[in-house]
């Protein structure tokens, strides 16, 4: 049997560890690749600091980029020799943060010329992540192809953490709509599309944006109790949808503290009544059927080649050994080193 080495789980708060397992041979619509970058993301600390749903030992990551080796029989799209990228998570051999990964191809995108796969791998999650919740969880229609002169309700979205990975894809998603953001990055988002910003650390934001009047729909980006519920809850009034990335931090990871985390959205704060508060679910994005089959293979690879989007900012996390930039990435993370950039480090060595 075929191994390769992958980064995992023992157990909460401990250190990774490499394990050798199964080099999965593709079935059906699958294809291996061999993946060369990765990125971490806030989900991989939830998971190593606080468990969550997780089942130790387990394998780590969803964002992967690199080179098609194999092919199901039932695959069409990709073909050996091909540069992709995606979200992947599903199984554990789809997992990002190991030396080979057996995913559906669906689940995979061609990397469009011009770009590098540092840049690519920044995309999938927090794209997709944007997509569902701006459609799913806050009912915002957005066709693809955009039919021409094409132009939506004019309402726009209050994005709060709009310099987070997942804000700044949903705000140039948002360019088709107008929208508000709130972030230090101010400049920044004014040109993604941002039509008024401001800084949530400021202790009269909450009245500054109900200055400008109400805000019927609202994503939250950061999903912590404290530092955005609590003010969204001030700010949404009756009949504002508000969306919240999942889970919510009651109490962050550190290196003293364990976290703390909340999976249902209308315990997190007192709503008004008549606000309608949804967890983002970013996995569930493919119940929806034309999503499935088009979002990553053919949308995602679409909005960067064409310039509607533009990769996040790279922090590449240098090691000697896949083992060391797995374990700098996460503590960066729990360090919390990161504001507006993407942790991206190599996975196979060259």
């Known amino acids: 049997?075929?191994?390769?080495?992958?980064?995992?789980?023992?157990?909460?708060?401990?250190?990774?560890?490499?394990?050798?397992?199964?080099?999965?041979?593709?079935?059906?619509?699958?294809?291996?690749?061999?993946?060369?970058?990765?990125?971490?993301?806030?989900?991989?600390?939830?998971?190593?600091?606080?468990?969550?749903?997780?089942?130790?030992?387990?394998?780590?990551?969803?964002?992967?980029?690199?080179?098609?080796?194999?092919?199901?029989?039932?695959?069409?799209?990709?073909?050996?020799?091909?540069?992709?990228?995606?979200?992947?998570?599903?199984?554990?051999?789809?997992?990002?943060?190991?030396?080979?990964?057996?995913?559906?191809?669906?689940?995979?995108?061609?990397?469009?010329?011009?770009?590098?796969?540092?840049?690519?791998?920044?995309?999938?999650?927090?794209?997709?992540?944007a997509f569902h919740a701006l459609t799913k969880d806050l009912g915002l229609e957005l066709p693809w192809p955009k039919p021409e002169g094409y132009v939506g309700d004019g309402k726009g979205v209050l994005v709060w953490g709009a310099a987070s990975s997942v804000g700044l894809y949903a705000l140039q998603v948002l360019r088709w709509y107008g929208s508000i953001a709130s972030s230090k990055h101010h400049s920044k988002l004014r040109s993604l599309g941002a039509t008024h910003t401001f800084d949530y650390h400021d202790p009269d934001v909450v009245s500054q944006i109900l200055a400008l009047g109400?805000?019927?729909?609202?994503?939250?980006?950061?999903?912590?109790?404290?530092?955005?519920?609590?003010?969204?809850?001030?700010?949404?009034?009756?009949?504002?949808?508000?969306?919240?990335?999942?889970?919510?931090?009651?109490?962050d990871s550190s290196e003293t503290e364990d976290p703390a985390y909340e999976m249902d959205v209308m315990k997190a704060a007192d709503w008004a009544k008549g606000v309608e508060v949804r967890g983002v679910r970013t996995h569930f994005y493919r119940d929806n059927e034309f999503f499935k089959e088009?979002?990553?293979?053919?949308?995602?690879?679409?909005?960067?080649?064409?310039?509607?989007?533009?990769?996040?900012?790279?922090?590449?996390?240098?090691?000697?050994?896949l083992l060391e930039r797995a374990q700098k990435a996460l503590d960066a993370l729990r360090r919390k080193e990161v504001s507006g950039e993407k942790l991206v480090w190599r996975v196979a060595d060259a």
């Open 1 to 129: 049997m075929a191994t390769h080495a992958a980064v995992v789980m023992v157990g909460v708060k401990k250190p990774y560890e490499i394990m050798q397992v199964e080099t999965v041979k593709p079935q059906g619509n699958e294809v291996r690749i061999r993946v060369e970058w990765t990125a971490s993301t806030p989900l991989d600390l939830h998971q190593a600091d606080g468990g969550l749903l997780v089942t130790h030992p387990q394998r780590t990551g969803d964002a992967v980029a690199g080179t098609v080796l194999e092919t199901g029989p039932s695959a069409h799209r990709l073909h050996p020799g091909d540069k992709v990228f995606g979200f992947t998570w599903a199984t554990p051999a789809s997992k990002a943060h190991q030396e080979y990964c057996t995913t559906s191809e669906t689940l995979l995108a061609r990397l469009p010329e011009g770009f590098t796969m540092q840049e690519a791998v920044t995309l999938p999650t927090n794209l997709v992540t």
């Open 214 to 251: 109400p805000h019927p729909r609202i994503l939250d980006c950061i999903g912590h109790a404290a530092g955005s519920i609590a003010p969204i809850a001030k700010i949404a009034k009756s009949g504002a949808k508000v969306a919240v990335l999942l889970p919510v931090i009651v109490r």
């Open 294 to 321: 088009h979002l990553q293979p053919d949308i995602v690879p679409a909005l960067l080649k064409d310039g509607i989007v533009e990769p996040n900012p790279q922090r590449i996390i240098e090691g000697k050994t």
